[in-house]
């Protein structure tokens, strides 16, 4: 017969294991890092995660029964928010934990940029130093909705599909830092190609917005 103190703990450990099992998906771990952005719709998040609405609608019940996000009706929109920034904070450490105990991700990485120019590693405190200082000029094409809910002070707001229309407007003879949603988004690789394809020095900034909160640095918001 189980003590009280068996069944206490057996009930707690249960409680814990929602949380395992809500982001227990690579889907629902994308769609997590998504909204982690800013909150979203499910239509956005569906595309964005190449999903169909309905597999995209479950996947966000999922994470929602485990109280990682919240829904709010909007019109016809349902839009998805985080409950608690804490929930960033905890993908972010799961994200860093599975980077320092799996080298597989590392060799996905590699893989992945190996020989395209202004992907390899930078010394982060002279690049991050140098943003603070406003010595290089940083872009942020991640969308604005999400540039409005948090960014790197000083950045511009330049979504990758404005990008080629803006070339005009930016500096030849400075320093061009891109960056998005993290390590892993593939929006300022693709923005990095461009810009260097157009004669632009151009560089990646692998931290995100999350990063950068997590070195204790402050963001701004809005436009």
């Known amino acids: 017969m189980k003590t009280p103190g068996r069944q206490f703990k057996n009930a707690i450990y249960e409680q814990f294991s929602r949380i395992g099992k809500a982001v227990s998906s690579p889907k629902r771990l ?17 595309r964005e995660t190449g999903l169909t ?13 485990a109280r990682l996000i919240e829904a709010e009706k909007e019109g016809l929109h349902v839009t998805y928010r985080l409950s608690d920034q804490k929930v960033c904070a905890f ?14 991700i590392d060799m996905i990485k590699r893989r992945f940029l190996e020989n395209q120019e202004g992907m390899e590693p930078v010394d982060r405190t ?10 290089v000029t940083v872009l942020d094409v991640r969308p604005v ?3 409005r809910a948090g960014h790197i002070p000083g950045a511009i707001s330049v979504p990758l599909m404005q990008l080629e229309k803006l070339f005009s407007k930016l500096p030849l003879d400075q320093e061009i830092v891109a960056y998005c949603r993290g390590p892993y988004c593939v929006l300022a690789v693709q923005a ?20 950068w909160l997590a070195m204790g640095l402050t963001v701004d918001t809005g436009d």
């Open 30 to 46: 994308e769609l997590l890092d998504l909204i982690c952005q800013g909150a979203k719709n499910v239509e956005t998040l569906a």
């Open 53 to 65: 609405f309905a597999n995209a609608s479950q996947h966000l019940q999922t994470l929602k029964a």
């Open 91 to 104: 993908f972010r450490s799961m994200r860093v934990l599975a980077e320092n105990q799996l080298a597989e």
């Open 126 to 135: 002279d690049l991050l130093n140098r943003v603070k200082e406003g010595a």
């Open 145 to 147: 909705d999400e540039y």
């Open 192 to 211: 990095v190609e461009m810009l260097r394809k157009q004669g632009f020095k151009a560089i990646r900034l692998e931290e995100g917005v999350q990063d």
